[in-house]
């Protein structure tokens, strides 16, 4: 594991299981929160709401020209009609890459993120390294992610300062004419849907 | 507030360093605080912004010496303590003593799938909508030091309004308790020179979500 905050200051990891138990007490013994349910959400997070749920709207929208433009008109809409994802609230974005421009999602205020789609967002994007710089810095954040994009293509930048929340759409790989769903989904990265990353190219895709 | 957490811009916090192949918790108490904290808001002990606000405000040392997960910890319980659910001399006892009120409603297994699900934000419009796509706006140059998400670096800024997402609540009210306050919200989008000078890189556009409080109409006669 690399290095994390937890490993500089280590001190407080006993104190902070302390705590928690300590407060998971407290609510329980009031009737506020419930263990089991505890169990459940972190189950859920730890199994099941992931980056693969973008990645099927990702490869639907490369798929089907009339889901891509209902996508990127109302994305909670078009994402809740292809219904084997469990429901998105309402205010998700779709952005498309293209060979003009690309996009970049950060939150430099705290840490919003599209968690039903995307599933919990990095240590990475909650950092201040990255929060700091991805707006004013994309180009080297994004060397920092070993992408380099040509000079002429445009890069935006949108920070999640409401509760709106973005998926970027990344390209679609030359090469892959003719592949089938499952074979394209081993292409959609979650950074390429933050878009610190790229889709992988289609020789990459079983490394 | 002009707090530690308004980081866009700043400088001298090193690279960006991924870690592979991250697992969703590094520690079992982070999965514990986190679901406590989903249960909570479900419950109605709070709103969103309030948990924005508390860690907002947590001194800048905390801020930067704590993981995310830890300033979660520091903000539930200042959160817990402000509203009245919970006395310090209970968190330092970890037991239950006093009787506190109920809140509204209570997460079960049965229910975490919709219980995750995020609510809208949406509300009925309560002031008539001003600016359209193509307006040109500046962002008013306000330092309220109380919750708001209009950024430092977007502030007293010319940008374009690109879309309107509809009338949301107000975080700035909600997190002062004065209600949802609906406000209509756009993305408005600002060149990097705008943002960060003549040096900055030309290729770059940055766009944030702003609520119509804090944007006027643009004079570019000026």
């Known amino acids: 594991m690399k290095t994390h905050d937890d490993h500089d200051h280590g001190s407080d990891l006993s104190p902070m299981q302390l705590r928690v ?6 609510l329980t013994e009031k009737g506020y929160v419930d263990p089991e349910t505890l169990d459940t959400i972190i189950d859920a997070y730890e199994t099941k709401i992931g980056p693969r749920n973008g990645a099927r709207v990702v490869v ?3 798929l089907d020209r009339a889901f891509k433009a209902a996508l990127l008109e109302d994305a909670s809409k078009a994402v809740a009609s292809l219904g084997y994802l469990s429901r998105v609230g309402d205010h998700l974005i779709a952005v498309e890459n293209t060979s003009k421009q690309h ?5 430099t205020l705290c840490s ?11 240590t990475w994007y909650k950092s201040a390294p990255y929060r700091s710089r991805a707006v004013k ?4 954040v994004l060397a920092e992610f070993n992408v380099y994009l040509p000079g002429d293509v445009k890069i935006r930048v949108w920070d999640s300062t409401a509760e709106t929340r973005y998926l ?3 390209m679609r790989p030359l090469g892959t ?7 394209l989904l081993s292409l959609v990265t979650r950074d390429s849907m933050i878009g610190t990353g790229l889709a992988l190219n289609s020789g990459d895709r079983n490394s | 507030m002009n707090g530690i957490h308004d980081m866009g811009g700043m400088d001298g916090f090193g690279p960006v360093e991924p870690e592979q192949n991250e697992p969703t918790f590094h520690e079992a108490w982070e999965g514990r605080i986190l679901a406590i904290q989903r249960s909570l808001v479900y419950g109605g002990a709070w709103h969103i912004d309030s948990s924005r606000f508390a860690l907002e405000s947590l001194p800048p040392q905390t801020y930067l010496r704590s ?6 910890v520091h903000a539930i319980e200042n959160n817990l303590i402000a509203n009245g659910y919970v006395s310090r001399d209970e968190l330092q006892s970890g037991h239950a003593v006093t009787v506190t009120p109920p809140l509204k409603r209570k997460l079960t297994p049965d229910i975490v799938r919709a219980g995750l699900t995020r609510a809208s934000f949406y509300r009925q419009e309560q002031a008539s909508r001003l600016f359209r796509p193509g307006d040109r706006v500046r962002t008013k140059n306000i330092h309220p030091i109380t919750h708001t998400r209009l950024p430092r670096y977007a502030r007293d800024k010319v940008g374009t309004i690109e879309s309107c997402h509809g009338c949301h609540l107000y975080p700035d009210s909600v997190a002062k308790g004065a209600g949802d306050d609906p406000q209509w919200l756009y993305t408005v989008v600002f060149e990097g020179r705008e943002l960060w000078g003549e040096n900055a890189d030309p290729t770059i556009r940055v766009s944030i979500d702003a609520f119509q409080p804090y944007l006027e109409l643009a004079d570019d006669r000026l």
Not at chain 1, 103 to 107: I, M, P, S, T
Not at chain 1, 113 to 122: F, R, S, T
Not at chain 1, 177 to 183: F, H, K, M, T, V
Not at chain 2, 67 to 72: A, D, I, S
């Open chain 2, 67 to 72: 993981t995310y997960y830890q300033r979660w």
């Open chain 1, 21 to 26: 138990k300590a407060i998971e007490t407290i």
């Open chain 1, 60 to 62: 639907r929208a490369w």
């Open chain 1, 103 to 107: 996009n970049l999602v950060v939150c």
């Open chain 1, 168 to 170: 970027v759409i990344p």
């Open chain 1, 177 to 183: 004419e003719g592949w089938n769903e499952d074979q």
């Open chain 1, 137 to 140: 810095h994309p180009r080297s």
């Open chain 1, 112 to 122: 919003c993120y599209p968690w039903e789609m995307l599933g919990l967002p990095p």
